[in-house]
């Protein structure tokens, strides 16, 4: 068993770091009174303002009673948040031969955005568009339609898979290539004599953006414009989660398995905390994982909903603090 001394240090350093005003830690800390176990809850853990914009217009198109309603892709990245608005009536569109088939209804876009020629089938389908999507995702559109216009070519770091690519593409004009890692980073040709323009995936790490945009600024290419379009949400997200990270004896991140988000900030925590352990529902929960002595921390992706946040830090709080 860890020594009683050793703990009650590591958590007075956490209490006072936090009570110092750490831009890192600005959360929920909860302390036990014999000052053995601490639980932090991230601030930034949950809905980010484009996901919670993109839920909160599909219940409204359900207020309105309109029917029938779709989404073009599952909203976000949680099956209950999906399965309470299949309940409600709202179906998900999976690919473009689905939406090619539709006759009626509203299509709401997700936060993701989508492509023109996406936009132009629901319209020349007569649907109605309700597009949520994201502010900061629509501003990389308007950048590389603007540039593409302008006479560049275009270069964009993230998944080359990921919908929010996917759309991203759907709005450049001219040459577009996708790259994810060094290795592309390093081979990457242009395909034209264009200057280059660089914009990013708004989820992908700050850290790796620079990296290749040096790699390709320094040994392939000297004329373009560099545009960090990365949102400070995700980099909150991560920098609270790390600095959270580095003193828990154990981490929950909270989250949907097939969010790209919430598996980086899986992998973040899981490197400065070896019990990182992954919560997708409540009863994934196994409260056998959570020391009773020491400090958990709790952060959650940008898809995941308050509820099932606030399910979580209830039960944490409930057994880690009042067993000691
Ligand atoms: S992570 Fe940022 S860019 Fe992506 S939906 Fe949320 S607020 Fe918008």
Redesign the pocket.
């Known amino acids: 068993m860890d020594d009683p001394g050793e703990i009650r240090g590591r958590i007075a350093q956490l209490k006072c770091r936090y009570e110092s005003g750490d831009h890192a830690l600005k959360g929920d800390l909860w302390i036990s009174p014999d000052g053995m176990s601490a639980l932090y809850q991230a601030k930034s853990a949950g809905f980010?303002?484009?996901?919670r914009r993109a839920v909160d217009t599909v219940y409204e198109q359900i207020d309105s009673g309109k029917t029938p309603i779709y989404t073009y892709g599952p909203i976000i990245h949680n099956e209950i948040v999906v399965r309470d608005l299949e309940k409600k009536g709202v179906r998900v569109i999976s690919s473009r031969e689905e939406l090619e088939k539709l006759a009626e209804g509203i299509v709401v876009i997700r936060?993701h955005g989508v492509g023109r020629e996406i936009s132009s089938i629901i319209e020349e389908r007569g649907l109605s568009m309700v597009d949520a999507t994201?502010p900061?995702?629509k501003k990389i559109h308007r950048i590389v339609w603007e540039k593409g216009r302008a006479g560049y070519e275009v270069l964009i770091i993230g998944s080359p898979s990921h919908p929010e690519v996917e759309g991203i593409r759907g709005w450049c004009t001219g040459e577009v290539t996708v790259i994810e890692n060094e290795q592309e980073a390093m081979s990457f040709v242009p395909k034209s004599d264009k200057p280059l323009c660089i914009v990013s995936q708004?989820?992908f790490n700050l850290k790796k953006f620079h990296k290749f945009v040096e790699i390709i600024t320094r040994l392939r290419y000297h004329d373009c414009a560099v545009l960090n379009t990365i949102?400070n949400?995700?980099e909150e997200r991560q920098t609270e989660a790390r600095s959270i990270a580095r003193y828990a004896d154990t981490m929950f991140v909270i989250g949907g398995k097939h969010s790209s988000?919430t598996q980086k900030l899986y992998e973040i925590c899981r490197k400065e905390c070896e019990n990182t352990f992954f919560v997708q529902a409540f009863d994934d929960l196994n409260l056998r994982l959570v020391p009773f002595r020491g400090i958990v921390g709790i952060s959650a992706g940008?898809s995941t909903p308050n509820i099932l946040i606030e399910e979580v830090s209830n039960l944490c709080r409930k057994t880690i603090l009042s067993r000691c």
């Open positions: 980010c303002f484009g996901v936060s994201c900061f995702v708004t989820t949102c949400a995700t988000n940008a």
